[in-house]
């Protein structure tokens, strides 16, 4: 929705001033629900491994899926940072105005232009880290199926 929705209906305005700052202030009311679905996510994740502690005892699968996943969450968590950093400094810097949210215009500073630049490829390495999460997590529900013990995915 951000990328696509927020940033790219916010890339119509006429004045390219608007562009980032609207973009700008649409972030800043995301963020709070953001951060409130990053800390319930993680109170979650933790209490999901202190329930499955004697499953991830027993299945060494379990195990590495837990790690990998808490590892991608974590990567997730710091590029969310991370954009939130950039989009602080375009938010900064929203009166050199600009071709789209994240396509700085010809007369950009070199610090918006870097922010943008960086701001593009966040954008979308958030969601799928994300989905890669979300994958893990369906692969961890397939793994407790009594058919999994079977096919030897408990080892």
């Known amino acids: 929705m951000g990328a696509v929705g927020l940033n790219g209906g916010t890339a119509e305005a006429k004045d ?7 973009s700008s202030v649409g972030w800043a009311k995301w963020a709070p629900v953001q951060w409130a679905a ?9 209490g999901l ?9 027993g299945q060494p699968s379990s ?15 710091g590029a969310t940072v991370w954009s939130g950093i950039e989009g602080g400094i375009m ?6 105005g600009a071709e789209g949210v994240t396509e700085p215009d010809a007369t950009a500073s070199k610090t918006l232009a870097a922010a ?4 593009k490829a966040l954008q979308f390495v958030i969601p799928v880290l994300t989905g890669v999460v979300l994958v893990m997590g369906a ?6 199926r009594p058919l999994a013990g079977l096919l030897g995915w408990r080892r």
């Open 91 to 96: 938010a900064k810097n929203a009166e050199q």
């Open 63 to 77: 195990r590495r899926n837990t790690v990998v996943k808490s590892v991608v969450t974590l990567a997730a968590v």
């Open 38 to 46: 990053i800390i319930a996510h993680g109170i979650g994740g933790v």
């Open 16 to 22: 390219p001033v608007e562009r980032l700052r609207l």
């Open 116 to 119: 943008q630049k960086k701001q």
């Open 49 to 57: 491994i202190v329930g499955n502690e004697s499953r991830l005892g």
């Open 139 to 144: 692969q961890q529900g397939e793994q407790q």
